[in-house]
């Protein structure tokens, strides 16, 4: 019939009164039709949905033909009352938006009158409004969309996305008042997220269908409208797992001990904890399923760096290296009858020699056990635990990398720009490497110079070269290392092993430059301590050879000196004294000044070479350090 109307409009000679009189008509039909569409899920059910592809047709058809009298009315284009679009898809947007919009109305309030609406029962109304929004979107996709979609093709999309925006802002509103992010909100939020994907699903499957024309769609199906109260609750939220940090922290500092538990457990419980805590955070951080901004996620990775930093602090404060080296001992010139030779002819009537009592010194080293002591294995633990912590950063970098649903990335831009790999946690990195590097130092300085002082500083070359040889050490050394291993995860034994051998090296030197008064030199002993330094550098062969030659390099200039005759020696200490004083030559009369220990050993070193000088044993050393410094013989 309103085919037929619509021809008989054109043919006509579009009398005025004739439009009016139609145009009323019209009217009527089209607000009697809309009253229906607009409201759809109030008149039809499964029941009638019949009726719906019925009256279609007439509210289409009657707005049509009402748009095109209006078209072809007096010049004054008086329109009435009536609103009509010049397009039959945008009435059944319209029709399809104000009817999802009623049937949510609907049932949120029915949600809200079943409960007084106390604040705990806010929450639960909105896991059952989110419930039902899914059930009047199932009901949707079921039976009105497939009718409507003969109209829009869209249809779906258009309802998917009117639920969307309508639940959001209910959830907006209950957020607005929310003052912490809990297990109820993060419930909620979840269960948001839920239904967003059911509401996705709807639009997905109309832009499969229509092609681009979903893509003006899609565009509308923003995330949630919560992100400024949302992003303050998660701000909330990591302070309040920062303090956590902080009290496990805290915890730590009182009750850790760094003994090794296990074989299986080589690194503090402590770190466990806190890496423990650290991941949990992080994980459900992403888990609340809201739109978050890169800032957001880089405030989280600064808050966790700042609790890993003092962590490492706490694990890298273990003293230094210098609470273990000994005391230098006051210059003296060597004599051949020492003290030490006269203490031991006093002491044993029988005429025991020097080399036979360090023969006894050193029986016990004979089948050597390892000297490591509990303190350095502390320190081994320490190590361990650093290494722990790097492996479990680089972990927690991948997963901020990856983080999902972010909105904007404005600070974290700035900073990885010129950055070729950008890591969240870069300074803490730097920090466990500077710790690993000191750990290392101290543990190794403490093996060599405390746990393993009896065998190698006290009693290497004591008496004699000859009588006692580097042997009994190696072997020590050796166990030690094989303890070191055991101890130390893979990833932390190289640099362990480079700072033990350093601190070998070390201990080499001052044995033969600052050793216990006991210990005097010739020059034929050169070959054998070159000999002895040779196997030493043997015992770290698993270091590459560079490496150990970048090191040696010090000790062995060192030992070139014990080569050189005594002649030579106070001609060379001579010159660079001179040189590094800045008195340019000796003139007659004038002593030469005496240079200061800086412990920076080497064969340029005035004071290194005059100490080769002090552990000489010939009287042309002798005389000319008591003529230029009147230094004590060793027996006074």
Known sequence: MLSEVENDMKKSNRDETYMKILSSMLVVMQNWAEKKLLNYHEYFNRGTIG????????????????AECRRIETEEGKKGDVKVSDSSGNRIDHYIRSSMKNAFARINDNVKNATMGGRGEAYENLLQLAKETEDLAAQERELFSPILKKWHTTAGSIAAVTLHQCYGEVLKQHLAGTKMLNSEIVGVLQRAAKLEKVLVQMVVEDFDECGNGGKVIIREMMPYEVDTVTIRLLGQWID??????????????????????????????????????????????????????????????????????????????????????????PLTRCNQDSMFSRFWKRASPCGVRVEDMHQLMTTKYQHPSPSTSIGTQC???????????????????????????????????SRKQNVTSFSYFEQANQSIQSACEHVSEVAAYRLIFLDSSLVFYESLYAGSVTSSRLRPTLRILKENLTVLTTILTDQAQALAMKEVMKASFEAFIMVLLAGVPSRIFNRSDYEMIEEDFDSLKRVFCAIPEDVIQKEAEKAEGVISLMGQSTEQLIEDFSIVTCETSGIGFIGIGQKLPMPPTTGRWNRSDPNTILRVLCHRNDRTANLFLKKSFQLAKRNL
């Not at 009726?51 to 009402?66: A, Q, R, Y």
């Not at 303090?243 to 402590?270: C, D």
């Not at 405030?299 to 080296?325: H, M, P, R, T, W």
């Not at 320490?382 to 997963?399: A, E, V």
């Open 379 to 413: 320190l081994y633990v320490r190590l361990n635990t650093l290494h722990y912590l790097i492996t479990h950063i680089h972990s927690l970098d991948k997963t901020l990398a990856v983080s999902p649903r972010v909105l904007s990335r404005s600070r974290l831009s």
């Open 51 to 66: 009726g719906i592809d019925n009256l279609l047709p007439l509210g289409i058809l009657s707005t049509k033909i009402l």
């Open 240 to 329: 309040e797992r920062l303090k956590k940090g902080k009290k496990l922290l805290l915890s730590a500092k009182k009750t850790e001990t760094w003994n090794p538990k296990s074989k299986t457990e080589l690194y503090a419980h402590s770190a466990v904890e806190l890496m423990a805590l650290i991941k949990e955070t992080v994980n459900d951080f992403f888990e609340i399923p809201i739109g978050v901004t890169e800032d957001l996620i880089l405030d989280l990775a600064e808050g966790l760096e700042k609790i890993i930093e003092e962590y490492i602090i706490f694990v890298a404060s273990c003293g230094s290296k210098q609470n273990y080296l000994p005391a230098l001992p």
